[in-house]
């Protein structure tokens, strides 16, 4: 079964910017998402396929997809974007989650 | 607004049932792919179940497949899934989730419903 790797956590200074990685093999060839969740939250689609925004969302977040790694970044950091960050794909039938990235604003 | 409402959840013993469901409103329900996903607990993310449009193809994880079913009743917007055989690896807050259009993403949740299987 696909796989993503994400890093554990990922802390960032307050207005600086946060990358946070999401490694799969060929994962430029699918398209990706990526989730915020915030403790005792559900979870809030934030990017979907690779680069795009829903309505209501910043635009300091922003997203790529190339070659075995996606990344997904936070510009101006602020103390709310500290949060649990996923992201996904689609996989043969299968949507498959990253392991999941703890973002801490210092 | 996108509301979706999670109801059902609570504790059940190893080898026991539970239907957990979800009320829509505030979208054409019966034109979105629904899904459910859970969380255990300190854990991440796991997509558990997709039910089409109207309701004639499903899909679900190997670790819930032929113990887990997930139903649709689009006259009455509420997605379900009805869990039997209960594993005390199956306690996770379960979501109801949305389906993105053609981006096969979730783009609205709902605040999960909380499964505990223990004896």
């Known amino acids: 079964s696909y796989e993503l790797t994400q890093p554990l956590s990922v802390s960032v200074a307050l207005g600086q910017t946060a990358r946070i990685t999401c490694g799969g093999n060929n994962i430029g060839g699918r398209n990706v998402h990526w989730y915020q969740q915030k403790p005792g939250q559900a979870p809030l689609l934030v990017i979907y396929r690779d680069s795009n925004r829903p309505s209501g969302i910043p635009e300091r977040f922003s997203g790529s997809n190339s070659g075995n790694t996606a990344t997904l970044t936070i510009s101006r950091a602020q103390a709310g974007d500290e949060a649990d960050y996923y992201c996904q794909v689609w996989d043969n039938s299968a949507y498959v989650f990253g392991t999941g990235t703890k973002v801490t604003v210092l | 607004e996108v509301q979706l409402v999670e109801s059902g959840g609570g504790l059940v013993q190893p080898g026991g049932s539970l239907r957990l469901s979800c009320a829509a409103s505030g979208f054409t329900f019966s034109s979105y792919w629904m899904h459910w996903v859970r969380q255990a607990p300190g854990q991440g993310l796991v997509w558990v179940s997709r039910i089409t449009d109207d309701g004639t193809n499903t899909n679900y994880a190997d670790s819930v497949k032929g113990r887990f079913t997930i139903s649709r009743d689009n006259a009455k917007n509420t997605l379900s899934l009805q869990m039997n055989s209960l594993r005390a690896e199956d306690t996770a807050v379960y979501y109801c989730?949305?389906?993105?259009?053609?981006?096969?993403?979730?783009?609205?949740w709902g605040q999960g419903t909380l499964v505990t299987v223990s004896s």
């Open positions: 989730a949305r389906g993105g259009s053609f981006g096969y993403h979730f783009d609205s």
